[in-house]
DNA sequence: CTCTTACCTGTCCAAAAGTACAATGTACGT
DNA sequence: ACGTACATTGTACTTTTGGACAGGTAAGAG
């Protein structure tokens, strides 16, 4: 796994080549893909010195690269990490972290996982609970649809046409008309924008109206 | 590092073995203490066939055992997995994950981190967006509506059809649909459903994939 | 072995949504 | 006065949705 850093002087931090000997540096996002030919690694993001809107920038295109991203910041706050994850980082640490955490942080990241503070963390739940009151007014409603209705119901609170469905699920266009029929009636809801709304909590014109 | 799985039958499943052949399997919390004697390891808790409050009791008594908590669920979604990773948790996924799947969560919380379904991931972040003090990604772009197409595409927010947008700002259904038209293409959204997940910060089909 | 429930599908139809092409009027800044 | 952006609406057309009506299969309960 190559470990790459992108950082505005190009040199690596002393406890970031503790961590990873083989780790590379490159100056700035747009040479990362030259920089190595490795098909997997992670990206180290060093926001330090630099503008937010650039640092969202640089971030952006660093996710798009395909590898998963660390974003390391010189004062973690949790604006900047919720916007971090949000732009599709799924590491943010301090830019002076310990080599032993870095390593922790790129074995999760590695496998998938997310790596924050464990503050951060819970500073996150704690800010999702205050919009997400555990049994949502929709939530009991939820149990009256079948497995296959849920299913659909979670395509469709992501924005998936029926055709898109259909395919997902492996089933005729017209089958998924029928269970959103039948979805649209046990939650109430009248058509698919609002059920879309009602599987993400969130009130609709005819609820609040 | 110690494989602990909790489940009603006291039955692991194949996968489960698979992954970790030396995985221990109890029917219930209680019995945790008394079967492993190992320093740290990973608890996986089975919620099928568990009604919610008593899934939540469980996860609460298997979070105070000290290790880390992954929660496996029958249909996981996004309410139960909220409620897991509030009460501890710290991984949440299916209770059929492959194997290879299952090693990757496991490294993962092992070292600090937390692992979810990376649809998951985003609606969290979506959800604490909308109280977070955070300037969201579509924000932005928002900006490059016009004050009429802001109307329009705020009641789609709230799950409006053409109609009634039409009513409220007191203009003919063409209309609507022209402003529509036009924000789709400022936004980059296909179609109203799309609009009114963005609208709400929550991240759809073709943006998660 | 029935009855029920979930799941799947078909045809037909009507409403809603969305697009293309075109046009008018208004406000504002140069 | 001229250009530009915005708001508005019209006609016409295609696509998507959603509902009505009518089935068929498979699994589980009684």
């Not at 390593?103 to 205050?130: C, D, K, N, T, Y």
Request: glycine share 4%.
């Amino acid at each position: 796994m190559e470990q790459l850093f992108v950082t505005a002087n190009g040199q690596l931090l002393e406890r970031w080549n503790k961590a990873f000997p083989k780790a590379i540096a490159v100056v700035a996002v747009s040479d990362v893909p030259e920089a190595t030919a490795a098909p997997r690694g992670v990206l180290w993001l060093d926001t330090r010195n630099l503008e937010p809107v650039d640092a969202a920038r640089d971030l952006q295109d660093a996710v798009s690269f395909g590898w998963p991203v660390v974003v390391m910041a010189a004062v973690p706050n949790e604006t900047d990490a919720f916007q971090a994850l949000t732009a599709g980082a799924v590491g943010y640490c301090h830019v002076k972290a310990a080599p032993e955490q870095l390593r922790e942080i790129a074995l999760v990241v590695e496998h998938g996982g997310v790596w924050m503070l464990p503050e951060l963390l819970q500073r996150f739940l704690a800010l999702s609970s205050r919009v997400a009151p555990a049994p949502a007014p929709v939530e009991p409603e939820l149990n009256a649809l079948t497995s296959r209705e849920l299913m659909v119901a979670e395509q469709v609170a992501k924005g998936a046409t029926n055709r898109e469905i259909a395919e997902t699920l492996d089933i005729t266009e017209r089958t998924v008309k029928a269970h959103l029929s039948s979805i649209f009636e046990k939650l109430a809801v009248r058509d698919r924008v609002q059920l879309a709304l009602a599987m993400n909590n969130i009130p609709t014109y005819t609820t609040v109206n």
